[in-house]
């Protein structure tokens, strides 16, 4: 049996793909709304088939690529939930997860795959959506289930919760299984930066490691309606803090060898992650490239699925439609 296919759908910068094409899965088509994202999937992976196009306007008929494949993936943008309930719901986030399950009429994927937040899963305000998900793919005869997974459980450097739901054919839907973490304990933000923050002279970026000791806090991209960069909330702003990190902003470069550390006198004796610091939080691997200014490429990472997330899916997904002990003939 060859490679596995998919489509993946809202790719941003391209991290469940990335992490689908580590699990042994090739792309069919990638698709987002965003230009410069479009740009940083291109400058990775010039071979990709990749649509600048809003799903809710992609017509499959138009790509007959896309239909038949093994697997439809969505990073999709994030619904309302706790973490976000002062933001004003425009409602197109759940329109974009009703269009990703009316693609499912269309395509015809062995399996589905929808990364959101954990309240997808579980949350009473989500609970229309979840009714709607499992009518329409049990109608077409699909096996639905939800989960979430942290990010930090699979070599993620960051606590990052993950609500999936997930639907796979009948025929193959029991040997499915959620990715189950690997052993081993989490990776230390000083652990994952140390050698960048090392990387322009500064001597003290082994003792700055040492304070970094734990996972970061979730990242988050920020909308487009709203300022500049920064790593979050003010509660994930504290934590950083306790690790010497200014979270209010994000650095151009790393810290030089005149930069003084010393987080007792305030922000500007703390250090600033950069883009491509956050993008190694996130599971990018050092030589994946985000296009944009700053911010612009800020927000693709904040707003990515990490690469080992979708790797780990890919694999679940992909033990599961290999399997040699299908549940009926009916595929």
């Not at 700055?208 to 509660?235: F, H």
Request: charged residues 20%; aromatic residues 6%; neutral net charge.
């Amino acid at each position: 049996m060859g490679a596995l296919s998919f489509v993946d759908v809202c790719s941003g910068a391209g991290g469940m793909a990335l992490g689908l094409e580590q699990a042994g899965f090739e792309p069919r088509l990638l698709l987002d709304e965003d230009e410069v994202a479009v740009q940083t999937l291109k400058s990775n992976r010039p071979r990709w088939n990749i649509l600048q196009t809003d799903l809710l306007n992609f017509d499959p008929a138009e790509h007959p690529e896309s239909y038949d494949v093994d697997l439809l993936a969505a990073g999709l943008p994030r619904v309302k939930s706790s973490a976000t309930a002062r933001r004003v719901d425009s409602g197109l986030e759940e329109q974009l997860l009703k269009a990703t399950v009316y693609l499912v009429h269309a395509i015809k994927p062995r399996a589905v795959l929808i990364e959101n937040v954990p309240e997808l899963t579980h949350a009473d305000s989500h609970g229309a959506f979840r009714e709607f998900a499992r009518t329409e793919l049990d109608h077409l005869g699909y096996t639905f289930s939800k989960f979430v997974m942290n990010a930090v459980d699979f070599g993620v450097p960051q606590n990052r919760r993950h609500g999936i739901l997930v639907a796979v054919r009948q025929r193959w839907a029991e040997a499915f299984r959620p990715p189950v973490s690997p052993s081993g304990g989490p990776v230390t933000v000083g652990t994952a930066l140390g050698s960048s923050m090392a990387a322009r002279g500064w001597a003290d970026a082994v003792r700055w490691a040492a304070q970094a000791d734990q996972p970061a806090p979730t990242l988050v991209g920020g909308s487009k309606n709203r300022g500049g960069a920064d790593l979050g909330p003010r509660g994930a702003k504290r934590k950083w803090a306790t690790m010497g990190v200014n979270a209010h902003t994000v650095g151009d470069k790393v810290p030089g060898p005149e930069f003084v550390w010393d987080p007792e006198l305030g922000r500007d004796n703390m250090v600033k992650l950069t883009v491509e610091q956050a993008a190694l939080l996130q599971g990018f691997p050092s030589t994946w490239q985000i296009c944009g200014r700053k911010t612009a490429r800020y927000r693709q990472v904040g707003h990515a699925t990490p690469p080992p997330v979708g790797k780990a899916l890919g694999r679940a997904v992909s033990e599961a439609l290999i399997s040699d002990s299908p549940v009926s003939a009916a595929g």
